[in-house]
């Protein structure tokens, strides 16, 4: 089992519409989630970070934490062709460590 | 804040030569940095951990030989990519752990490597 795990899509949503990207994890022991983004051809850029359960927005982006099932999603409102990119879940067990999911790619149609 | 740099953006060489590839942390103290590789379509490979002052940590299959990392100060790691071959080309991104941001990569622009 890969210790994060993303659907690798395609997920293709039409603008205006929210987007849902998940992840799950197998170390029950993580302590920090984080979601990036990374255009075609570019670096990944950090968007989220989340460390206790619940919710927690940022403008249109709300990334959801549930430890009990080890799952974190990332929900996008609102969503724009410019939202078109690989999404990538990483989690930390300790500030040492980082794992990432190989990535979402999202699509968002005009 | 937390900003990465990477130097060069991009580079084309020839078989045989060595490449050095710079990242720096410009804004924070970076203890441990990380390199990664990105072939096209495909996910983010950590290549090796570089801490500040002490040897590298290589992932399995990563030969420490031909990428040599060197992290001599709080903001400066270089990975060497020694005798290059054509099979080296790739997209070569760094990362800085912000310990102070509950373990926060940030991660440079990357650099990307033609190896003719």
């Known amino acids: 089992q890969k210790e994060v795990e993303q659907n690798s899509g395609p997920l293709s949503v039409p603008e205006g519409a929210i987007a849902s990207l998940n992840c799950t994890y197998s170390?029950?022991?993580?302590?920090?989630f984080f979601w990036y983004r990374q255009y075609s051809g570019k670096s990944p850029e950090l968007i989220m970070s989340i460390y206790s359960n619940g919710d927690k927005e940022d403008g249109r982006f709300t990334a959801q934490l549930n430890k009990a099932s080890q799952y974190v999603s990332l929900l996008i409102r609102d969503s724009q062709p410019s939202d078109s990119a690989t999404y990538l879940c990483?989690?930390?067990?300790?500030?040492?460590?980082?794992?990432f999911g190989a990535g979402t790619r999202l699509t968002v149609k005009p | 804040g937390a900003v990465v740099s990477q130097h060069p953006s991009w580079v084309i060489c020839k078989s045989g030569t060595s490449v050095k590839i710079e990242c720096r942390s410009l804004?924070?103290?970076?203890?441990?940095m990380f390199w990664y590789r990105q072939f096209p379509k495909q996910s983010l490979m950590l290549m090796a951990t570089?801490?500040?002052?002490?040897?590298?940590?290589?992932e399995q299959g990563v030969e420490k030989d031909k990428f040599l990392i060197n992290h001599a100060s709080l903001t400066l790691s270089t990975l060497t990519v020694t005798s290059a071959h054509p099979e080296d080309s790739s997209f070569y991104i760094c990362?800085?752990?912000?310990?102070?941001?509950?373990?926060?990569?940030?991660f440079g622009p990357g650099t990307r490597l033609l190896v003719l």
């Open positions: 570089s801490n500040e002052g002490s040897k590298a940590t290589y």
């Open positions: 170390d029950r022991v993580s302590q920090s």
């Open positions: 990362s800085a752990l912000q310990t102070r941001r509950s373990g926060t990569q940030y």
């Open positions: 990483a989690v930390s067990i300790n500030n040492n460590d980082m794992r």
């Open positions: 804004d924070f103290q970076a203890t441990t």
